[in-house]
């Protein structure tokens, strides 16, 4: 079956530090990447995907996330957060044509001034 | 505006006393799906539907029912709700193309008691 493993459930960093948010799949076919971030009491908003193409994919507010195939990574990052970004973040993967999104279990990302 | 409204927002209720949490989009979307959200175990699908009158479980299917007699309305029903169903729900929809990106709806915060 498929799993999406966030290594860290929580992050806590400074204000503009750098900050990467983990992301591990197992998945033995092609698949496609999400990352959503949830806003305290709020739904999930997608940050940023990886359907093909370049590996390094650009999202909003500064996020960017790299597509690893070997090490079936999709490692989030921000080169400075700010106060702003805290909130809990989410990996998902999708299976080739397979409706099913699979989420991992959230890190929670706390910046603190 | 696209929007997936979800009501009601927060509930609270009693073992046994049969509710149903509406979820609408208003973008056409054929793909709908409903997760819920419980601390340290992320999202976890429940139902689905492809389009109308096509539904299919998820993960966590027992104890719900789904329907989809309309394309925009995809309502979640408790026939006999438990403490165990107290949880966080989120209405989800997409369409049935390559990014096959979901848009999430706000939560219903529901309390079982």
């Known amino acids: 079956a498929q799993s999406v493993t966030q290594l860290d459930s929580q992050v806590p960093v400074f204000e503009e530090a750098p900050v990467e948010l983990r992301c591990n799949y197992s998945s033995s076919v092609s698949v496609y990447l999400f990352w959503y971030v949830q806003y305290p009491n709020q739904g999930l908003q997608l940050l940023l995907k990886?359907?093909?193409?370049?590996?390094l994919v650009k999202g909003i507010n500064g996020f960017e996330a790299e597509f690893n195939k070997s090490q079936t990574s999709f490692h989030l990052r921000k080169p400075s957060v700010h106060i702003s970004d805290t909130a809990e973040y989410f990996c998902?993967?999708?299976?080739?044509?397979?409706?099913?999104?699979?989420f991992g279990k959230g890190t929670k990302l706390t910046v603190n001034p | 505006e696209a929007q997936v409204t979800q009501n009601p927002r927060y509930l609270i209720t009693v073992t046994g006393k049969k509710l149903t949490v509406t979820c609408s989009q208003n973008?056409?979307?054929?793909?709908m799906s409903w997760y819920r959200q419980d601390p340290g175990l992320g999202l976890r699908q429940i139902y689905y539907?492809?389009?109308?009158?096509?539904?299919d479980k998820g993960d966590v299917p027992e104890g719900y029912k789904v329907s989809r007699k309309e394309k925009r309305n995809f309502p979640l029903i408790l026939e006999s709700p438990s403490p165990n169903q107290t949880s966080l729900y989120f209405c989800a929809t997409g369409p049935l193309d390559n990014t096959r990106e979901q848009f999430f709806g706000p939560g219903t915060r529901l309390t079982v008691l």
């Open positions: 990886y359907l093909s193409g370049s590996t």
């Open positions: 973008m056409n979307h054929e793909y």
């Open positions: 998902a993967v999708r299976r080739g044509q397979a409706e099913k999104l699979v």
């Open positions: 539907s492809m389009n109308v009158e096509v539904t």
